[in-house]
């Protein structure tokens, strides 16, 4: 029986977090949103979140600050992340010491090569499920 895997969306523009939506709600995932930071790790941290997706510029925290208030709590230290950026010079190489960040994604980017790297990032067991809370 294959577990339905739950998507964290963070982004403080609306079209993006609806496109992206769309798209992983279409690939089978569940999809929960937020338009910040701070709400993004409230979410997180009440729900079993298998990828986070966010900006990297956002009001309250970063997409940087919320990869590093996840590590920092055992119940979420190991979800992997994706930032979201249209200011990818800023980021430099800083995010490779965030060892839950596995992706930079400079907008615009395609949902569907998106939707792709984060089926990549689900671990899987040998029948094809996907594990939930491997990583």
């Known amino acids: ?11 403080d523009e609306p079209a ?4 992206l939506a769309l798209k992983l709600t279409q690939c ?6 937020a338009w910040d930071g701070a709400i993004a790790l409230e979410l997180a941290r009440a729900n ?10 956002m009001p309250e925290l970063n997409g940087m600050q919320l990869a590093a208030a996840l590590r920092t709590d055992p119940r979420t230290a190991k979800i992997p992340v994706i930032i979201l950026t249209a200011r990818g010079h800023l980021l430099g190489d800083n995010w490779e010491d ?3 960040v596995r992706q930079v994604l400079a907008k615009p980017f395609s949902p569907r090569a998106l ?3 984060v089926g990549r990032l689900l ?3 040998s029948n094809g499920d996907a594990l939930r809370g491997a990583a």
Do not use: C, K, W
Request: net charge negative; hydrophobic share 50%.
């Open 98 to 100: 965030a060892s839950n």
């Open 123 to 125: 671990p899987t067991t």
């Open 16 to 19: 993006i977090v609806h496109v």
């Open 115 to 117: 939707a792709e790297i």
């Open 1 to 11: 029986m294959q577990t339905v895997r739950t998507i964290l969306v963070v982004d």
């Open 48 to 57: 079993d979140i298998d990828v986070v997706i966010s900006d990297f510029q």
């Open 28 to 33: 089978g995932y569940r999809v929960l949103t």
